[in-house]
């Protein structure tokens, strides 16, 4: 098959994504990338805890943010652009690294339908999350593996990688140590002049870049590690049972492609000569999943860079099956698993937790556009679980925003509650003690919450007219609802006529009058 056809294919596929996919997924995908490199380039936005102390590597957002730095020289920073064209950059790169996967397995038509077709990769493959980002990284790397031969061309992204996210050194300290064992070279040349050279070389040009952007000397990767392995800052916002990823976690992420993976690793126990790289793949899958299970956070995200090495052991073995298998079973087990896929990518994408996504362009508008009885501009105060939408990055206006704060318990304080958990505990304390009534000028102008809150807190919001109502999911949750909603504060003049549309009409009134119950 041509290669350039091939190549088009993915890139379409991967682009495509980028617009069919509009619903919200996880913070980090806005907060640890976007909303940086917005304040990066244009001096506002909001850098969580994770930038303060140092533990996020600025390598990505520069990447995003020299996007921005372009548009804004040419006057072309609208915020339908500062949206898309991350999204754009990171599905082209993994457009790139699909194309790679498909080459690393020798071009297989198997490859080129499993790569395309996986749900949890069409949802995540053009999201600005670093995560995303190293999935692709580590396919290209896995590409460049001298699996039969000589090379070390792949040390460079596995490098990276391994910068950027520190826990993907789990997958490569194998997969270097079997590189050693089967190599011709001398182990100790092969440390010395590639694994420490490329090594260092990719360490300190990313020091000295969050140096420059942290403003002290910093090493990322052991701060990331220093909070979230050796402080477990991460079972802050939640832990899991250790069996999770073998049991949850790779499961969902692989949904029904899991059945073919099983297949793949029922193969290669039984043929293990025949499967030298589905072999070591599996135990690189399996030391992996055993590390990360120690960590009490876990996330579906987490194991998205053991998607191509689940994928290539299911090639492997599916390919091999295609030549005894008969045209109707070829075509059966390919459109089963195309439909398998295809729903749960659908609803995930375009149904399920929409809200935050359709919310930004309408808080847009109201930045935008929106003036008060003193002309002042709008104070959005959002009383959602923090960062429940994205933030500066999809308004692109100056205006005042506050959110409810989650920061974890970073000086071990006693009986530590985050700001979020105490306004949740009791809604209408925390708005009395932080949120001023007096005068009426100073509430601010929209309030933007779910709708399982609204009743809770139906005397602050008497302040208020419902402006917007913005579906969102299904089922309401603990701290979620079925919809979003934005709230205006009642301008002077408008709290008396607002207040008079409550009142009951004299047809209310004979209705209560004539109802039995009052008789």
């Known amino acids: 098959m041509n290669l350039l056809y091939v190549f088009g294919l993915i890139l379409a596929v991967r682009l495509a994504s980028v617009f069919v996919v509009k619903t919200y997924y996880v913070p980090d995908e806005y907060w640890q990338s976007l909303e940086v490199a917005h304040k990066l380039t244009f001096g506002y936005g909001y850098l969580t805890w994770e930038w303060v102390q140092g ?240 960590v009490e956070h876990k996330e579906f995200r987490f194991v998205s860079p053991l998607l191509p090495l689940c994928l290539y052991v299911s090639v492997d073995a599916l390919s091999r099956w295609s030549y005894r298998a008969s045209s109707t079973m070829l075509w059966c087990t390919a459109f089963v698993i195309l439909l398998g896929n295809v729903l749960p990518a659908w609803y995930l994408s375009t149904v399920h937790q929409k809200g935050p996504i359709d919310l930004m362009p309408k808080l847009r508008d109201i930045a935008q556009e929106y003036r008060d009885e003193r002309e002042q501009r709008a104070n959005i105060l959002f009383l959602m679980p923090c960062h429940s939408t994205p933030f500066y990055s999809h308004i692109h206006e100056n205006v005042t925003m506050r959110f409810l704060t989650c920061e974890p318990n970073l000086k071990n304080q006693e009986n530590f509650q985050d700001e979020a958990d105490r306004f949740y505990e009791s809604p209408n304390h925390w708005l009395n003690s932080h949120i001023p009534i007096h005068p009426r000028t100073a509430l601010p102008t929209h309030v933007v919450l779910f709708d399982s809150l609204t009743e809770k807190i139906g005397d602050f919001l008497a302040n208020y007219k419902l402006l917007h109502s913005i579906e969102h999911a299904e089922h309401r949750q603990l701290r979620t609802g079925r919809a979003i909603q934005v709230y205006q504060r009642l301008l002077k003049g408008e709290e008396n006529a607002f207040n008079r549309d409550q009142l009951p009409s004299e047809q209310d009134i004979e209705s209560l009058i004539s109802d039995e119950r009052f008789n």
């Open 55 to 294: 533990i996020r590597s600025y390598v990505y957002p520069l990447l995003i943010a020299g996007l921005y730095k372009v548009l804004a020289l040419l006057h072309l920073d609208s915020v339908q652009l500062l949206v898309l064209l991350p999204r754009i950059l990171q599905a082209t790169l993994t457009a790139y690294s699909d194309y790679r996967f498909y080459v690393w397995t020798g071009k297989r038509k198997w490859a080129l339908f499993l790569i395309l077709v996986p749900w949890f990769w069409f949802y995540t493959g053009s999201r600005t999350l670093a995560n995303t980002l190293e999935a692709s990284l580590t396919t290209i790397a896995l590409s460049y593996f001298p699996w039969y031969g000589e090379g070390t061309a792949y040390l460079w992204p596995a490098a990276i990688s391994c910068f950027l996210r520190p826990t993907a050194a789990v997958i490569w300290l194998p997969l270097s140590i079997y590189h050693l064992r089967k190599s011709r070279q001398s182990v100790v040349e092969l440390i010395l002049k590639r694994f420490l050279l490329i090594g260092l070389l990719v360490a300190g040009l990313g020091i000295a870049i969050d140096t420059y952007w942290h403003g002290k000397l910093i090493v990322t990767p052991y701060e990331f590690l220093k909070y979230n392995i050796f402080n477990n800052i991460g079972s802050f916002y939640g832990s899991h049972p250790w069996h999770w990823y073998f049991t949850v976690g790779l499961p969902t992420v692989l949904g029904i492609n899991t059945l073919p993976f099983i297949y793949g690793i029922m193969e290669t126990v039984r043929k293990s000569e025949k499967y030298e790289i589905s072999k070591q793949l599996l135990i690189t899958i399996l030391l992996t999943l055993c590390v990360l299970s120690t």
